[in-house]
T-cell receptor, first 114, second 113 residues
Framework: DARVTQTPRHKVTEMGQEVTMRCQPI?????VFWYRQTMMQGLELLAY????????DSGMPKDRFSAEMPDATLATLKIQPSEPRDSAVYFC????????????FGQGTRLTVV | GENVEQHPSTLSVQEGDSAVIKCTYS??????FPWYKQELGKRPQLIID?????GEKKDQRIAVTLNKTAKHFSLHITETQPEDSAVYFC????????????FGPGTRLSVLP
């Protein structure tokens, strides 16, 4: 059963610290999404990659957030420095990149910044 | 860009009754419309989807309808059960590369026993 794997599942950190979240997309998928979920804002797109190239990161605060795909099996989302308002669940999703196909979500990383 | 609205934000029904959730989208070029179910503390999972060349699709107790002219689509759940209680998200996407999924704000469905 192919799944998107995210680590860590939970992260508590102090304000100002760097946070790195990792995602392993489903093997063979060439599109990767990072979403942030909060009660107030719902599912917000932070970044979107196709074939490891960023296509849309307009929803990501550039001053503190960065997203990369060092290789096809790893996507990372970094926050530096972290702030309490970054507390949320961060989801990674991947898709096969074909038209009209779904995105498969990982279990998410619940981030708490104190 | 695409904008997806979803109503209602919360919905309570009695077990066995039907539930309907409605979404509208703004980009007429969108042609793929999935619905995701998210249980508490879990990830969103696809439950049904519809493409723009189809007006209706059904899978057991779940059905989705699409009206391209009006730019709205709806999720219908019949014979609701307590395990249907969750948050449901609609989404819209254009099929050409470079277009991400835009999600609605979600509907919290509670099925009362």
């Amino acid at each position: 059963d192919a799944r998107v794997t995210q680590t860590p599942r939970h992260k508590v950190t102090e304000m100002g610290q760097e946070v790195t979240m990792r995602c392993q997309p489903i093997l063979g998928h060439n599109t990767v999404f990072w979403y942030r979920q909060t009660m107030m804002q719902g599912l917000e797109l932070l970044a979107y990659f196709r074939n490891r190239a960023p296509l849309d990161d307009s929803g990501m605060p550039k001053d503190r957030f960065s997203a990369e795909m060092p290789d096809a099996t790893l996507a990372t989302l970094k926050i530096q420095p972290s702030e309490p308002r970054d507390s949320a669940v961060y989801f990674c999703a991947s898709g096969p990149g074909q038209p009209n196909t779904e995105a498969f979500f990982g279990q998410g990383t619940r981030l708490t910044v104190v | 860009g695409e904008n997806v609205e979803q109503h209602p934000s919360t919905l309570s029904v009695q077990e066995g009754d039907s539930a309907v959730i409605k979404c509208t989208y703004s980009d007429s070029a969108s042609n793929y419309f999935p619905w995701y179910k998210q249980e508490l503390g879990k990830r969103p999972q696809l439950i049904i989807d519809i493409r723009s060349n189809v007006g209706e699709k059904k899978d057991q107790r779940i059905a989705v309808t699409l009206n391209k002219t009006a730019k709205h689509f709806s999720l219908h759940i019949t014979e609701t059960q307590p395990e249907d209680s969750a948050v449901y998200f609609c989404a819209a996407r254009r099929s050409n590369y470079g277009q991400n999924f835009v999600f609605g704000p979600g509907t919290r469905l509670s099925v009362l026993p």
